[in-house]
């Protein structure tokens, strides 16, 4: 079992940035995708961002230019940063480490963009 813990929500006004962060219990970023969803209020969970092992990545059209995903080998980390929020990016955040086998999630992070 692997456990995986997003931080780096907070509140933030629009046009501002975030940085999320996730951290497994085992070093699992190089073995498998991994990928950022949100769900905000009223919303249903929906794909923000993903990377593979090879260190492709892929982003949501509402997100593209804006977000940007990585890993951080060193800090056995998959960061989300976040830039030029806007409020309709309040939601929580969850991080997904999944393969056809496994699919661990973590328990979000929440972001809220207001003035």
């Known amino acids: 079992q692997v456990q995986l813990v997003e931080s780096g929500g907070d509140l933030v006004q629009p046009g501002g940035s975030l940085r999320l962060s996730c951290a497994a219990s085992?070093?699992?970023?190089?073995?498998?995708?991994i990928a950022w969803y949100r769900q905000g209020p009223g919303k249903q969970r929906e794909l923000v961002a993903t990377?593979?092992?090879?260190?492709?990545?892929n982003y949501a059209d509402s997100v593209k230019g804006r977000f940007t995903i990585s890993r951080d080998n060193a800090r056995n980390s998959v960061d989300l940063q976040m830039d030029s929020l806007k409020p309709e990016d309040t939601a929580v955040y969850y991080c997904?480490?999944?393969?056809?086998?496994?699919?661990?999630w973590g328990q979000g992070t929440q972001v809220t963009v207001s003035s």
């Open positions: 085992r070093n699992i970023f190089p073995l498998y995708p």
């Open positions: 997904n480490a999944r393969n056809s086998v496994v699919n661990y």
């Open positions: 990377i593979t092992p090879g260190g492709i990545t």
